[in-house]
């Protein structure tokens, strides 16, 4: 990764938090496959799809999942056929919109197909004029914020996010690399029993540990909207039935593995063994689901909270969101972001001080401040909820 390819990622990130979002950098895609050695034995290995520099993530009220994609590069060379990748990468990830961002200039013929493609061709004089036409009232290129959008912080995470215990490995590549491509569904559960498989390795007093579960909550958060985005399409007035339908991959899925469960019990009888068609975790999912459907104005910013923590633990400078975000921060969304974590640290069987310490950064602030200062947000005793 050039250094000239980092401050295009720095700069389309900033531009996509002018632009509302949340976002996420170096997202990698790869598959499982099998492999045959020279020895003639078979073994798991992976293949690499690609990678995509910089994402973006936001949410309609409605909960539609709202998603940029950036791609980087420092050369005009091969912006043409670079086009027709970038829109099968927007397709792939469901992007509403996609940018190819060079340092130097772009090709007319790259220009041409732009338009016809329904993607943006930028330079970095370009992100300057159209980050003018947002205007937000977080400055974030000043204080702790600003770190965010430091090419050489920006590559510091990737490093530190990646020189991890080895025996946290699994969940690494898990939230590098397979997220990605499973099918969004199955995320509900994936992210729990990863962490739930190095639930001992993990330690709440160490800052990078905790930056993995902040990556973790935000990487949720985005699972959850998809869920709300499915109940609220199918059934809204009946929550918990069409969380269990999404859980499984659809309505048809949940009845099959109803009728499975019914098979079983009818061979062997009812052996408490056999358990639940549903995770013993569910009522906590339903319970998480309930909070986050009834606040969609928040998702974005308990993303933001997330990403920051994540990154400000990981560069190993962290500062709590009241701290990060000022007077713009917002208690109810760094509340969801607790909620997100507590319902993680319970699922997975994570060490409970892991809850508190996620608390300590995320809310604690909030309840030293008079609640005047805070205008239609929720009162302290609701944080303290």
Known sequence: MSELDLELKALGRRLLWTMGFSTRVDVQMRSYVPVRSRGGRNSTGFESYTDLDVLGIAFSPGFQTQRVVIDCKT??????ERMFWLRGLADFFEADMAYMLRSKAVTDSARQLASRLKLGALLPVDVEEMEKLHRVPLDFRMGPLAQLFDPALIAKQLEKSRQIDSRLQPLAEYVEFDYWVYDPYRNLTQMVAHLADVRIFLNPGNPRHLGILFDCIWLYLATCAKAIEYVRVTHISDVDKNLQAYLFGG???????????????????????????????????????????????????????????????????????????????????????ADVAGFLVSAAGLKPSFRQAARAVAIDDFLTEPPEQFPGQLSLGDVND
């Open 75 to 80: 050369t005009k060379a091969g912006s043409t």
């Open 251 to 337: 309505q048809v899925a949940l009845r099959e593995k109803q009728h499975l469960a019914t098979k079983m019990r009818g061979l062997v009888g009812n052996d408490p063994s056999l358990g639940s068609v549903l995770p013993e975790w569910y009522p906590g999912l339903l319970e998480l689901i309930g909070r986050l459907i009834r606040n969609p104005s928040l998702f974005a910013a308990a993303m933001r909270y997330a990403e920051w923590l994540s990154f400000s633990l990981t560069i190993e400078n962290p500062a709590s969101i009241h701290t990060a975000f000022g007077k713009f921060s917002q208690p109810t969304a760094a509340k969801l972001v």
